[in-house]
């Protein structure tokens, strides 16, 4: 092998790069894609929980829907008056007042108000009630099971199981 094959095969690898570099940078320019800085604005200040709680896909798809004044400014339930408040200077309107929402689970079957059909020995964890005849110990089957499944996977500490039922802060 002679040093004229070597360099070029350099030549021919570095002209092949300088022309991908080129098309790369003139189509990052010409398939731009553009960003509205309100919908910018307002996703930096919600939450982030991207619950899903306003009824939006997260804190991006309700971002874009305030920006296209598609929903109101104050929808986010976790940012509460405080967030609608920003988002409404950002979009230049005036905050109406909101309701906090807050939930709750409808069912009461703490020990005191339902019966056990039997004696659970398993695994405690709901979703493994799935697979157990009749959907758990309790007599409700459409009930809380009361195992802290629900406790575990919430990262903000709002779940927590007294008497058998999950009661959400």
Do not use: W
Request: contains cysteine; aromatic residues 6%; proline residues 3%.
């Amino acid at each position: 092998m002679s040093i004229t094959g070597i360099l070029i095969a350099a030549a021919c690898v570095g002209i092949v790069g300088i022309f991908v570099g080129l098309f790369l940078g003139v189509a990052g320019i010409k398939f731009k894609v553009e960003v509205d800085e309100k919908e910018e604005a307002v996703l930096a200040a919600l939450p982030g929980n991207n619950c899903g709680g306003c009824g939006f896909a997260g804190c991006s798809g309700l971002a874009a829907a305030i920006a296209k004044g598609e929903a109101a400014v104050n929808t986010c339930p976790v940012g509460g008056e405080e967030v609608g408040k920003k988002i409404a200077a950002i979009m230049g309107v005036e905050a109406e007042a909101s309701e906090r929402k807050v939930a709750y689970v409808h069912c009461q079957g703490d020990c005191e108000r339902t019966t056990t059909d039997y004696d659970y020995y398993g695994i405690k964890d709901c979703r493994m009630m799935s697979f157990v005849p009749g959907g758990g110990p309790k007599s409700c089957n459409s009930g809380c099971l009361g195992f802290g499944t629900c406790e575990q996977a919430c990262p903000f500490d709002a779940i927590h199981v007294e008497n058998g039922v999950a009661v959400v802060d």
